[in-house]
């Protein structure tokens, strides 16, 4: 177990305290990140960068000390990513991102929830087209996702679609939440990385799913240590039972 975030986050210096868990008396709303958690990969924009030879850890670095916004983050990004010294092609970046496996559990997870009446969400600060298949293929209801411009050749012209800001994803809970007129209180967040904590302090309980680092575990309610989705569902089984037909 680490002993301080993976990244240089906006928490260093100041790391949650462990607290007592909430317990929720009703959940309707699930929302979950993508990466590391519906998706079994640490970062999607990552599995591009490995397929291009390139590295973005630079501007991870000049993001993370507020010095360029998400839509310059994508920008920089998009920049790297080249075919034969022109802009990709989404088409591209799309065939490049199939080969990135579903998390183990994901269906029967999300299969579950929906027959027990629950709605389920993906917050993520990933590319929308590679969020709409996962949800579509797994029937999650709602896609919180960012998008990237394309020209007339449907090439990518690293003009971001920001709709997830990586450090304030509290906000697409909120919007979900009067978007189903759903309560906060009632919604249940689950991710695995420094980022989603914003979102587990707005919902009614948050799910650490196969986390690395302390403050991820210590602002969550619950800890799912294997990396499989069905281990969510044992944990929020005693309150699906309330919104079960």
């Not at 599995?47 to 291009?52: E, G």
């Not at 916004?69 to 799309?94: N, P, Y």
Request: neutral net charge; hydrophobic residues 40%.
């Amino acid at each position: 177990m680490k002993q301080q975030c993976s990244y240089p986050c906006y928490r260093i210096g100041h790391l949650p305290v462990q607290k007592p868990p909430r317990v929720p008396a009703l959940i309707r709303l699930v929302v979950f990140d993508m990466d590391g958690v519906l998706l079994d990969t640490p970062s999607s924009w990552r599995h591009i960068h490995t397929y291009f030879h390139t590295t973005n850890d630079e501007s991870v670095t000049t993001y993370l000390r507020g010095e360029i916004d998400d839509a310059e983050f994508i920008r920089r990004d998009v920049s790297l990513w080249r075919d034969h010294g022109r802009l990709v092609k989404k088409e591209t970046v799309v065939r490049i991102l199939e080969d990135i496996p579903f998390m183990p559990g994901a269906e029967e997870c999300i299969k579950t929830l929906s027959s027990c009446g629950i709605q389920t969400a993906i917050v993520s600060a990933g590319l929308d087209f590679l969020a709409v298949r996962v949800a579509e293929t797994l029937g999650i209801g709602y896609v919180q996702a960012n998008g990237i411009r394309t020209d007339r050749r449907g090439r990518l012209t690293g003009e971001g679609i920001v709709v997830v800001r990586l450090t304030r994803k509290e906000e697409n809970v909120r919007w979900l939440s009067q978007e189903t007129k759903i309560p906060l209180s009632e919604c249940v967040a689950v991710g695995n990385s420094c980022f989603d904590i914003p979102m587990f302090e707005v919902a009614g309980f948050g799910v650490a799913f196969s986390p690395d680092d302390v403050c991820v575990r210590a602002a969550a309610d619950a800890v799912v240590e294997r990396k499989d989705l069905r281990d969510v569902l044992m944990v929020l089984n005693p309150y699906m039972k309330i919104t079960s037909p």
